[in-house]
């Protein structure tokens, strides 16, 4: 284990080459993680960043651990579901979260060597099952010895996890080099941009990170929980507004079903269980469910003004309803054609009067939605720089996807900045938007010109942890 010292000297910054080797780009979320090698236009391994549990008299734990989408998704008997990773995309357990980066890595990266084939999946079972011991990594060579390690963070990570993280990639997998990067700002570099105004979306986190020169202004960061994970609530509580009620069927309960006109109550025949899996298990699959329905339904007022206004004396409420509906279908078998309720489902990202609330779950703050967001992160800078960013608003993130997202961004920005020249820029390639903070790592990762700012063993060894905190700003 590195100690920390004190230097008034900095350290070198070219100590380290490696032209000829790979750099790694690891970039975890709360939904998934994201592994690929630099230089690559998506990531090879996408996996969830949840993991199931189950019980295991054989393990010392009491316990089985399981990665990857085909472990989770089976309903094995009690199994449950955990995230390593809070609400606000920063890492709760590490011991976990470090062996989920570790599959993400091994299970789909073939130049990465495991010396336990189970880890990677090439001993024929893939991620069928997943009970992997870790601990093998430490008997053989380790896990990332030959490549340099580039890693994302969210904006607000505090300095105690970057520290953590560099202590894992140099003392527990080996790195000869490492280096981290906001997720915002490698967005940013993904769209060809050293200045921008970072709109972020993901699973958990809404967030506004202006990034001027190619660093995050940390006084100007906004955040809020109205993001795709809300949106999910949101379906839940229309759901339940039904005449009649909803109900949420995930695919695994059911094992067979009958075509059913739309409205009417579906036909289906439903598996039981001798042990059934927990309630998180069920919620996991019924976020499934949920993500596509927004995928395919959920759609944003894109104006002119907010779906609660009206034009010309006609409420936009009444507009929608003359729209075509959009049909869904539930694994069970009912389906229904959803018209104006599909536009409300989102509408609280952007206006919180609009949005399903109840005791459990209440009205959302009008400082959460992302046109006051955007207007507070502003205020936050230096007001000769807020033009260019305006000029610059980068959308990224997964929930970005909703149709309507960026049209409504744009409108919403237009009507509270009518002089400055706004530009929303949102990649149409639904890769790049749902990996845009890997994509800008993959290119950072891969310049020649980079190779000389990597925190290399070296100076690790020589500074200790606090070397990320001087050095990657």
Known sequence: MATAQSSSIPPAT???????????????????????????????????????????????????????????????????????????????????????????????????????????????????????????????????????????????????????????????????AFWTASSSVLAAFAAGKSSALVVDIGASVLSVTPVHDGLMLKKGIQTSNLAGNWVSQQIRMLFSACQPPVHLTPHYLVSSKTQVDAGAPANATYRSFAKPPQESFRRFEEERVLSDFKESVVQIWTGPGRLSGGQHGTPNEEVVKALPGRPFELPDGWNQVFGPERFRVAEGIYDAKMAFYNSEHPQPPASATLPVMVQESLNAVDPDIRPHLLSNVVVTGAASLMFGFSDRLNTELVQIYPGPRVRVSASGVHAERKFGSWIGGSILGSLGTFHQMWISRKEYEEHGTNIVEKRCK
């Not at 939904?31 to 236009?41: H, K, L, T």
């Not at 990594?137 to 300095?159: F, R, T, V």
């Open 14 to 176: 070219a100590e380290y080459g490696g032209d000829e080797i790979s750099a790694l780009v690891l970039d975890p979320g709360y939904g998934s993680v994201r592994a690929g090698f630099a230089g690559e236009d998506v990531p090879k391994s996408v996996v969830p960043s949840h993991y199931g549990v189950v019980d295991d008299a054989s393990s010392g734990s009491g316990m089985k651990l399981l990665f990857g989408d085909n472990s989770i998704h089976n309903p094995l008997p009690g199994i449950g579901i955990r995230n390593p990773m809070a609400e606000d995309s920063t890492v709760q357990d590490w011991d976990v979260a470090k062996q989920t980066w570790e599959y993400a890595i091994t299970s789909r990266l073939t130049n990465i060597k495991s010396s336990n084939p189970a880890i990677s999946g090439r001993d024929g079972s893939g991620d069928v099952d997943m009970d992997v011991d870790m601990d093998a990594l430490a008997d053989g060579e380790k896990l990332l010895e030959e490549h340099p390690l580039l890693m994302s963070e969210p904006s607000w990570n505090p300095a105690r996890a970057r520290e953590r993280s560099i202590e894992m990639a140099m003392e527990d997998w080996g790195c000869p």
